[in-house]
């Protein structure tokens, strides 16, 4: 499972193996969460990340698929914004650029080699940039 604080703290992701991708609410001052939406991902979530504005939620698969959710804080709710096929299976690890231009996922090992690739994101797709194979594990 994955864990992932909005980065100004008010909002919590969770996934891991329930299929959903939920956003939660956190009140610091009688320290509850409040589930505020829920997404289908396709397959069990591997990892996921807040864009560095807290806007996007990048979110992970064990079927070789990254999304793009877009959160309105208004309606606090989810909407998708993009979803890319990665060429390869269990897509675990993502992470943002600073400027939440950039997203970069890493493979796991089990299918074919391991890499972290870099897309570029618009707003509303995801074009591939970078790639570095990490080499076999063994």
Same mark, same amino acid.
């Given at each position: 499972g994955f864990t992932g604080w909005s980065p100004d703290g008010k909002y +919590?992701?969770?996934g891991g193996g329930s299929g959903e991708l939920d956003v @939660? @609410?956190?009140n610091n001052l009688?320290?509850?969460l409040t %589930? =505020?939406?829920t997404a289908s991902v396709t397959g069990t979530e591997l990892g996921g990340a807040w864009s560095s504005y807290g806007d996007f939620i990048a979110c992970t &698969?064990?079927?070789s698929e990254v999304k793009i959710y877009s959160f309105?804080? =208004?309606t606090e709710k989810l909407s998708l914004a993009t979803s890319k096929t990665i060429e390869t299976a269990n897509v675990h690890g993502v992470s943002w650029s600073k400027d939440s231009r950039y997203v970069s996922v890493a493979n796991d090992v089990t299918v074919g080699n391991p890499s972290v690739r870099i897309y570029w994101f618009t707003g509303n797709s +995801?074009?591939?940039v970078a790639i570095v194979n %990490?080499? &076999?594990s063994g």
């Amino acid at each position: 499972g994955f864990t992932g604080w909005s980065p100004d703290g008010k909002y +919590l992701i969770t996934g891991g193996g329930s299929g959903e991708l939920d956003v @939660y @609410y956190f009140n610091n001052l009688n320290e509850t969460l409040t %589930l =505020k939406d829920t997404a289908s991902v396709t397959g069990t979530e591997l990892g996921g990340a807040w864009s560095s504005y807290g806007d996007f939620i990048a979110c992970t &698969s064990d079927n070789s698929e990254v999304k793009i959710y877009s959160f309105d804080r =208004k309606t606090e709710k989810l909407s998708l914004a993009t979803s890319k096929t990665i060429e390869t299976a269990n897509v675990h690890g993502v992470s943002w650029s600073k400027d939440s231009r950039y997203v970069s996922v890493a493979n796991d090992v089990t299918v074919g080699n391991p890499s972290v690739r870099i897309y570029w994101f618009t707003g509303n797709s +995801l074009t591939q940039v970078a790639i570095v194979n %990490l080499g &076999s594990s063994g």
